[in-house]
């Protein structure tokens, strides 16, 4: 059974384009979320789980009815896409394809529905996201990064030794501290994260993982590590697990905030983070939410303090086996640990450490921010209070 899964993200302003194959300014949306995790091929319809008794099954409602069939044809959307002028002119453009005029037919389409995905696979056709999701996120992510042979099969020995009790504790935190001393910094962050993950996990994992608090879930599983790859107190970037209203504004509390410290006060965020627990609240419905959250909090901390980009960071526990709900498994105990430090989970942390410290920043370009600015959106005007477990999850949580 496993416990820690976490997914990060990385919230950007668009980026002005020139040329075919990027993105270029758009008045319809100035802000964009890429998934930097682990990508997991995910079947979405692996989201009927009913957590508890606030789910509401109303399969008589005739707009919900529509919103799951997927049958609908080209045929019926045509009365709503406007095919007037070249679809290449003006903003917005990615391979030939102008994604602000597709995102206008799409609004167009929804307007009278409650259940969006089906019909943006439909607008937008599912080879035309993928692509452009992965073209935002190779724009940001640099995946050349990763330790030497020789320091991974050193690392990858001591923690082995560790998990079959061939090596104590202090020995593997002695001999990696000393390893890491002749790295790079984001490798060194790398294995000090690992060394605090050494000193905090349990031997074996819990029994029972219903007992975990949420912030037992955070302190002892997820902070180690974390703290090391977007936190440096001596570059005064401090991670607090503060459950606050940010100092940008909204009535919304994030569980996390990654803040930037002005000598006695801290000035401004660049990252947010969400936590969930076993409690009959780690519904689909409350990840997707959760996701959402991240998303306005990002987007604030971009408008206030204008930021090149700020990441976020979503934890969540998985009780299901062998259902996969993360993008990235933590390690529960120094039993999971060799299994944790895989060459693709080495590069993946390595990557989020490069694009934090790279793009989390303020930017160079204030001026433009500001006259992208667009009024941020009220998470509860937006999202209806109902919930149907036969929904299509439009997030990837799982496999």
């Known amino acids: ?43 979405a319809t692996d989201s009927r789980t009913n957590d508890n008794a606030t789910v509401n099954q109303d399969k008589t409602n005739a ?53 969006h995905s089906p019909i943006a696979k439909k607008v937008f056709s599912d080879e035309l996201l993928d692509d452009l999701a992965e073209s935002m996120v190779s724009e940001s992510m640099n995946y050349n990064l990763n330790l030497s042979e020789q320091q991974y099969m050193a690392m990858a020995k001591f923690i082995s030794q560790l998990s079959l009790s061939k090596a104590t504790r202090e020995n593997a935190f002695i001999e990696l501290s000393l390893m890491s001393a002749s790295m790079n910094y984001n490798e060194r962050r790398l294995v000090r994260g690992l060394t605090n993950l050494i000193q905090k996990l349990p031997k074996l994992p819990l029994k029972d993982n219903s007992t975990i608090s949420e ?11 974390l703290s090391c790859l977007i936190c440096d107190p001596e570059k005064l970037v401090h991670l607090r697990w503060t459950n606050a209203t940010p100092s940008e504004g909204g009535k919304l509390r994030p569980d996390a905030v990654i803040s930037k410290r002005q000598q006695l006060e801290y000035e401004g965020s660049v990252g947010y983070g969400e936590a969930k ?11 997707c939410m959760d996701t959402l ?52 989970n080495i590069t993946l942390l390595l990557a989020v ?5 790279r793009l989390c920043k303020k930017s160079d370009k204030a001026v433009t921010i500001t006259n992208r600015y667009k ?18 999850c439009a997030m990837r949580y799982g496999q």
């Open 353 to 357: 450490n490069d694009v934090f410290w």
């Open 63 to 115: 707009a919900d009815t529509h919103d799951n069939d997927n049958t609908i044809s080209p045929f019926d959307l045509n009365p709503y896409i406007d095919s007037s002028g070249d679809v290449g002119d003006g903003p917005g453009l990615f391979r030939s394809k102008n994604i602000t005029r597709l995102f206008e037919d799409y609004q167009s389409i929804v307007q009278s529905l409650h259940q």
């Open 215 to 225: 912030s037992e879930l955070w302190n002892t599983y997820f902070d180690p590590l």
């Open 277 to 287: 627990v076993i409690q009959g609240s780690s519904s689909r419905y409350s990840l």
């Open 293 to 344: 959250r991240l998303a306005i909090f990002s987007k604030n901390a971009i408008d206030v303090n204008k930021l090149e980009g700020a990441l976020a960071f979503q934890i969540y526990v998985m009780v299901f086996m062998p259902l996969r709900i993360a993008n990235l498994h933590f390690p529960e105990s120094l039993e999971d640990l060799p299994s944790f430090i895989s060459l693709k």
């Open 1 to 43: 059974m496993r416990i820690c899964n976490a997914a990060l993200l990385l919230v950007e302003k668009f980026s002005p384009a020139s040329t075919e194959g990027a993105i270029g300014d758009s008045d319809t949306t100035n802000n964009r979320v890429i998934d930097v995790s682990e990508t997991t091929s995910s079947d």
């Open 375 to 392: 009024e941020t959106v009220d998470l509860e005007g937006l999202i209806g209070a109902s919930q149907d477990y036969t929904r299509t």
